[in-house]
């Protein structure tokens, strides 16, 4: 599929995680950071030799959020924004600069410990986003240099094209 793998069992990479790495790193090269903001969130790392070299998985926003309304007996169910005050003078605010703040700020701490690890040299790094929450996410991620929604869909029909030598 045009990329190389460094990982301890490679059978057990979600094929999506995959997928975006290879429509990554044909649209936008590498060094390469994808992190797809979806049910869960997903970290992939690409090095300069377009090695797939691993990365992390967390619960998604969603999940998160909607884990305080069904396992807490108080907290409702909100719909998720950035809002205007850190500092929030009710629940649902609460909630929502928990969660998206929250997770703005562990996103770009796990960025930047990537890219301390990796080495990698910023000026040459794409750092792409992608999946459902990405817009709401990476607006406020100055590290965050691309939002794509389609990376998915781009790389399955990348894979497709490998496959059938077009």
Do not use: C, W
């Amino acid at each position: 599929m045009g990329i190389k793998i460094n990982h301890d069992n490679p059978k057990t990479i979600g094929a999506d995680r995959i997928v975006n790495s290879v429509a990554g790193i044909k649209k936008y090269g590498v060094p390469l950071i994808i992190i797809d903001i979806g049910t869960a969130i997903t970290f992939d790392v690409v090095d300069e030799s377009s090695v797939y070299q691993g990365g992390a998985i967390i619960p998604g926003i969603g999940i998160s959020s909607e884990a305080l309304f069904l396992k807490t007996a108080k907290l409702p169910r909100v719909e998720l924004f950035k809002p205007e005050r850190i500092v929030a003078k009710n629940t649902m605010d609460n909630i929502r600069v928990g969660m998206v703040v929250g997770y703005i700020g562990l996103i770009e701490k796990l960025i930047d410990e990537i890219v301390k690890e990796m080495d990698f040299d910023v000026s040459k790094l794409k750092v792409v986003a992608t999946g459902g929450y990405s817009s709401l996410i990476s607006k406020d991620i100055d590290k965050i240099n691309i939002i794509d929604k389609k990376l998915t869909l781009d790389g399955m029909l990348e894979i497709y094209k490998m496959k059938k030598g077009l």
